[in-house]
């Protein structure tokens, strides 16, 4: 019996998701697919477009067998952090045998290699990247460089330049530093890339751009030809019922906080620079919007996933440093599968299934970090009310989605 | 040449704000009527109904000469200390004769001598007050009680069970702790009680009952009665435009404030005493909007504007202790009693005309709380934007308001 571990987001879930789940439990010949998934608000610096909830039925519907919640500091945290987060969850749990992710690219050869390079971080790579970054670069420019240089290879181009193989590489970079010895699995990916902003005339088409779709008003029943049939008849029950939520439902609570901050304060959330709070102290005034503000603050040096990530951080009040994860969230589970649960090795990671539980499991650390997600999750909650109307039941209250 | 200062919200202005206007004058002899008024949020605990420039505006129409700004910290203050920073202004003006205040009762002697016992509270007096807080009675019952016990004088019921008089005693306390050489008139309320939620028949309706109406939504137009026509066709024009402002938008805010804020840091804001911070964090699930939530804390010892003052206190940050008051904001003025600004005693009390001099015209802690009353604005002015999409200019943009 084995299993493979997916790590996602499904905002929203789409034809290419589905596809992942089918083609890693081929490629991996594993009998389960355990996901690990962000919560309410996602690696992008945005919130999520459906709640938690109902991404988990949905993944459970279109083939998953067990979905875990990525605490929020790693589910809105940089590459590096995700991926860390993400996989350090799969590897407590002790019953995973491979993972599976997806790529422009898939070598593994040179994803191994290029993650080689950044965990040992040579003395030749220092140079370049250091180099790199004085003329200017942003950060991931300047690491895209500095490889190039020193690999001398055409091939790791799209590698470097796409999030889904960053990604990749993050992810053997985490296994290698946690010495685990789940096998890494790349599978190609088909359709439209990652960041592609309109539908395309395939089946495949990205997150972004249906997410793009919804936020303009556009017919949503073209959104059938792009998702599982599944996906699409639970999102269309909740057009309207709290769907979709998009990141300017936040923008009142960001300029809120932003205005009630001293440049002190916020100089304490994650991945916020000096300078970055400077431009922000300094942009104020120009506030419309969480999505106009990001784009306001943006430079060479700042990629606007980045300047999300540090608006997300400071809405939610994610501050440094990094928390060590010892606890992960049972979202949901096909019963046939719930024996894995008792082969977790619970020792190592706490599984919380019970929200009133969490404190007695947890140590005070992992517990104020989890209390974090909590307040994610009532302020997601808040905002579907403010807008739909609708009040989801909280964290105290809301079942375990099971899937017979 | 005389001049008498009136203590003021206009919230929004009615008939009873120009009576009082115009008997103010003819009572106190005065030339000129100088007006302190309270910014974007009120004594009540609840945002002003429109914007303090519109608000100057009309009482600049309907009578007034200048008008100056109460700073937010005292605007939102308990009747004491909003009685105290007032009161202090004026004096520090250094040009004021008299100050006129309405209310249910107008022996003057009756006050002094209610607030002489408040200001030295006598043994006795203290005795019967703590026996009645003791008995689970709120601050301003066991002080009513207390004070009725002691006076035996029925007459002076009415004077201590109304809000208006109650700060007519306050008034009449800062004077005596200031020292001040301003003589107090007390002018009789008209027509409708301070508090009286619905119109009346008459030309006399309260501010409260007015706010209701707009609340409701209610046919605008029945405000004309109620309303001098200067007032009622300036708030017409800004129907949809900016007006009517209610506390229950900023309750998402609000929420917002208190769900990412721990019980020490709630427990810092002024006014919150332990038990509300506790009652705050056990109900905090209960909450639907700003008037849902203060009904919801209500109990005996809180008095529902007690709670919405807390309240206010947490959105807008305003923290312990009592800061000094040594600055006023002018809002506008008539020209032909601008010469009276040459005559105020600057030394004593800087006169912000310029928002963007006010750092250099301020001690540092002056100006700590004058940034604290231009982010007052700023979230005001942000909420009107959310709400009609009207921008209104910030604290360095916005003019004063002159008339001829």
Redesign the interface.
Known sequence: MKTVGLITEYNPFHNGHKYHIEQAKKLTKADYVVVVMSGNFTQRGIPSIIDKYTRTEIALQCGADLVFELPSYFATSSAENFAYGSINILEQLGFIDTICFGGEYDDLNVFQTVARILNEEPKEYKELLTKALKNGDSFPTARQKALYSLLSDEEILPLLSSPNSILGIEYLKALKRLNSPIKPYILKRKGAGYSDSTLSDTSFSSATAIRAHLEEKKDFCRLSSVMPNEAFSILKQKIGQGFPILPNDF???L???L??SSKEEILQFLDVSEELADRIYKQL?K?ESFEQFAIQLKTKQYTLTRINRCLLHIL??IKKPIPESSYVRLLGFRKGASFLLKQANKEKLPIITKTADAKYQLSPDSYHSFCQDI?CN??YN??VY?KYKVKLQ?EYKHPLVILP
Do not use: G, Q
């Open positions: 923008s009142i609570l300029y809120y906080k205005r009630t005034d506030f939610l009040n307040a009532d302020l808040h905002i403010d909280n």
